[in-house]
């Protein structure tokens, strides 16, 4: 069975961090560009940030920039996205999903698997 499985939320304080991750399973990673979305309550998804296969990383939200960094380690089969200096605006289910193109893109339609998101929650 082909999936992403996403960890690492919670709740945390204002200026807090957290990592999240992205495993993938009956599939690997080294063959596809991931990115990481996130849907406030109300609200569409967005793209946040992306990482190609070569390991280059676009950001896609310009309120995380600075703050979100994503990497990956093809030998675990893991993406992560490290979340600093969180604000109360980032509470959000995140979703990381994978694309067969070596390219990112923040529109949500390139995306074929997706993991079932984790929730961060930032507050006092």
């Known amino acids: 069975q082909l999936q992403l499985v996403e960890s690492g939320g919670g709740l945390v304080q204002p200026g807090g961090s957290l990592r999240l991750s992205c495993a993938a399973s009956g599939f690997t990673l080294d063959y596809y560009t991931i990115g990481w979305f996130r849907q406030a309550p109300g609200k569409e998804r967005e793209g946040v940030i992306c990482?190609?296969?070569?390991?280059?990383?676009?950001n896609y939200a310009d309120s995380v920039r600075g703050r979100f960094t994503i990497s990956r380690d093809n030998a675990k089969n893991t993406v992560y996205l490290q979340l600093n200096s969180l604000k109360p605006e980032d509470t959000a289910v995140y979703y990381c999903?994978?694309?067969?193109?070596?390219?990112?893109?923040?529109?949500?339609?390139?995306?074929?698997?997706w993991g079932q998101g984790t929730q961060v929650t930032v507050s006092s």
């Open positions: 990482i190609n296969r070569r390991g280059d990383s676009t």
């Open positions: 999903a994978a694309n067969p193109l070596n390219f990112c893109s923040g529109s949500s339609t390139l995306y074929i698997y």
